[in-house]
């Protein structure tokens, strides 16, 4: 059997008066309209591989917002292949100049876009991102790193830092939620949560805003949830680093159903319309 090809993309957007525009590019090489992405390198991370395929065939930088429906397929070799996709939005762009793989880019409304589409997989996730409410604030709330066991530490359990593995974890991390352009970055009081954002703040520039109700010894589960609805309405993109209690008794007061359990290092993606949140997608 062949092995699967794995690649990813987005359905990118940028707002209009009229309503989102949706791009499409054009690869000489196939003569297809199709929505941007391409293979992951090796070791790549499938949302990194998206971010940076958009990048290569647009030269849109764009930030990811929701996860869309994979699709998968044969190629024409008979070997597997499944693309990742994410909804994202346009942040910045240089001119389009044509290369190598994409001679011409458009820019339409979802359904001159879906039309135009060569493949029916890619007027689907067009037509599902229509059909999407506006995101108006993303909360990525994420469990701290590795910092040893809590029954080897013996001062104040607030005080214990990021061991060796956590440190390379709050860097790989890093890496990943910096894709998401945040704005804000908020922490809760312990050491090992505030130790698991600073190479994002390294990266970002960005000041680690400490409040305590994501603490786990506040016990305050409501007023969490409370707090990343707030943190939500500010916009458009604020990373929490908490406990796992925390994340575990507050999803379930945000969303209903569901297996929240969060090993350290992972999340969630957390995307609002207005005070609604849509379905949370776990970010590992």
């Not at 500010?234 to 507050?250: A, N």
Request: hydrophobic residues 45%; negative net charge.
């Amino acid at each position: 059997m062949a092995a699967l090809i794995r690649a990813a993309g987005g359905v990118l957007w940028r707002p209009s008066g009229s309503g989102p525009e949706v791009c499409l590019v054009h690869r000489a090489r196939y003569d297809d309209w199709s929505l941007p992405k391409g293979k992951l390198d090796a070791g790549e991370h499938p949302l990194a591989a998206a971010v940076r395929e958009v990048w290569e065939e647009t030269g849109v930088r764009a930030a990811p917002q929701i996860r869309l429906p994979s699709t998968r397929y044969q190629v024409r070799a008979g070997a597997p292949k499944v693309v990742d996709y994410w909804s994202m939005r346009q942040v910045s762009a240089t001119p389009f100049q044509a290369n190598s793989e994409v001679d011409e880019l458009r820019w339409l409304t979802p359904p001159a876009a879906a039309e135009l589409a060569s493949y029916p997989h890619d007027a689907r996730l067009i037509t599902q991102f229509a059909a999407l409410p506006p995101v108006t604030g993303l909360v990525l709330l994420i469990r701290h790193a590795y910092a040893g066991e809590r029954a080897e530490w013996h001062a104040p359990d607030v005080l214990r830092p990021l061991d060796e593995t956590g440190q390379r974890q709050a860097a790989k991390l890093a890496e990943l939620l910096a894709l998401f352009e945040p704005s804000r970055l908020v922490s809760a009081s312990p050491r090992r949560c505030l130790q698991s954002l600073a190479p994002l703040a390294a990266s970002t520039d960005l000041p680690v805003e400490v409040e305590s109700v994501f603490d786990e010894t506040a016990q305050d589960w409501s007023g969490a949830a409370q707090r990343l609805h707030q943190l939500a309405a500010l916009g458009p993109v604020t990373v929490v680093c908490s406990q796992g209690q925390v994340i575990e008794q507050v999803l379930p007061l945000l969303a209903d159903g569901g297996d929240f359990a969060t090993p350290k290092a992972t999340g969630w993606v957390l995307p609002y319309a207005g005070d609604r949140l849509l379905t949370p997608e776990r970010l590992a």
